[in-house]
């Protein structure tokens, strides 16, 4: 590995201007007006395979492109798909970025900007590493495909279905995600879990206009009221979901897993700090990090109704909604979660309201044993890249397509965040480290061969 560790530092500057090349398009996937962006982004992507000295190409899909690529083909060796996203969140509020979100700037050691961390930078450091193979070696230790999709930030739902339709082409021995995070500065993790989710809209109409509050108030159901009464009626005191059937299939934590998570001692006093809240919240009996990890959740992500301006207006709103998300966990089945909370707010919807409930594409939760070769091989390539073992870890966060790559190309997932979990991803000031990018990159150079020596 010694001239690819020297190719490696020679080219660490050039490596972060192409990073800032990428981060300067503002690819947001959930913005109409930002398809030319994200075409651009895709773009980007494609040339930069097929300059490194892979076979690729755009497939188009029903939304935004996906970039697909293959590196020569090695007898004999392991396939590994290593999948991430271009896409980036909206960037707003955009008052509360130091620098634009679209103008990356070095600070303290990391690059600002929106999808420094989630996800460009942390897909570059497996295409840079293969470069460096390319140009150091000629060839690689293992058969390498990219799948770099446009949408993961609205949900994947194209890509499900072409993964679905193109099990032969993906066909692969094992996954290779860097979409999450470390466990902490200087404990680079294994995530051995991943929540799924499901997400709803739910609008409530009562009357057809905006009412005076005085002279209708009261004889008229209020769409806010009622919306407030709905949505507390689906979570108890004990932080316990109210859906009927939602624990059924909830795989309980095991002792063990409690035992590993309090050995990462977590602190919470720290915790607070960062965030500035004075305590912690959530399901009674749970540590933070089994609240986080490894139990579902219900959240209000959005809420919406009524007089939002200056001063007073006493109106009774015609109309209220909200953005509702559940994290679930292994074994919970999203259209039976969908199919709980459907009968409850039926059941608790006042007369005098109508109700919709809109229900984006949800995905079920994930576990990966850490038992198995692939994880072991990681393991080497990590303490070899950031000097020091992972640990292994789970994540509160999804990446919908993992569970359909587990399930229709019967592969084995290997979760590598080399995030933090200060990065500020959704968030304004969006970071990632440099030292992590290039430390990564090391990582990942060695995780080729250590994956190329798997039976
Ligand atoms: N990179 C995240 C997922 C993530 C975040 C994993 C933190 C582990 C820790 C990903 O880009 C993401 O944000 N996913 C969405 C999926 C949703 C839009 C369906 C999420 O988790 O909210
Ligand atoms: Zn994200």
Redesign the pocket.
Known sequence: MSTIDEYLQVNAGRREDELFELLRIPSISADPGSRPAIRRAADWLLEHFIKMGLAAELISTKGHPLVLAESPHVAGAPTVLVYG?YDVQPPEPLDKWTTPPFEPTIRDGAVYARGAA??KGQVLTHMKSVEAWLDVEGGLPVNLKFLIEGE????SANLEEFVRQNTKRLACDCVVVS???QFSPGRPAITCG?RG?V?YELRLRGPKRDLHSGSFGGSVANPANALTRMLSALIDERGRIQVPGFYDDAVPLADEERRQFADLQFDDRAYLEELDIDAVAGEEGYTTLERRWARPTFDICGLTSGYQGEGAKTILPSTASAKLSFRLVPDQDPEKITAGLKKILADVCPPGIRMELIDFQG?PGLMVSPENPYVRAAARAIEYGFGTPPVYIR??????VVSTFAQSLGADILLL?WGQNDDN??SPNEKFSLADFHRATRASAKLWEELGKVQ
């Open positions: 996203h989630d996800d993961e930030e609205v949900g979409d999450s995070c991943l989710i997400y995905s994540e509160g966060g999804s990446i919908p965040g991803t959704h």
